[in-house]
């Protein structure tokens, strides 16, 4: 993986990501965030964004507003997005508070962050 896209509900957290970002993941990683127009914009673009970014050893980053949704049902529709988009590879872990542990080349926030 050399790059991340996160594709995010709306501009407010670039902020916050770029603060965040850079003590989770590697130099060497490339990061670039895409805000959108809510919730609904971000539902409409992500199967589109993803067939089309074919740039290899890129990985996507969904950061949307749980606001009072239910969780599971809101990683199982980002889950149907991402395998419209073709992106068999993207990954929805449902422990929300770490992440997957075959993620090995990323340094992982401790899950009381």
């Not at 770029?18 to 060497?28: A, G, M, R, S």
Request: glycine share 4%; net charge positive; with cysteine.
């Amino acid at each position: 993986m050399n790059e991340l896209v996160f594709l995010l509900e709306e501009a407010s957290i670039i902020e916050v990501l770029k603060v965040l970002v850079p003590n989770i993941v590697p130099n060497h990683v490339a990061c670039r965030f895409v805000p959108h127009d809510g919730k609904s914009d971000l539902k409409k673009s992500i199967p589109r964004k993803l067939r089309a970014w074919r740039t290899p050893g890129v990985r996507f980053v969904v950061v949307r507003d749980k606001d009072h949704g239910d969780c599971h049902a809101v990683k199982d529709k980002l889950l149907e997005l991402c395998q419209e988009g073709r992106r068999t590879d993207t990954l929805i872990d449902r422990k929300s508070t770490r992440l997957n542990s075959s993620h090995t080349d990323i340094s992982r926030m401790p899950s009381s962050a």
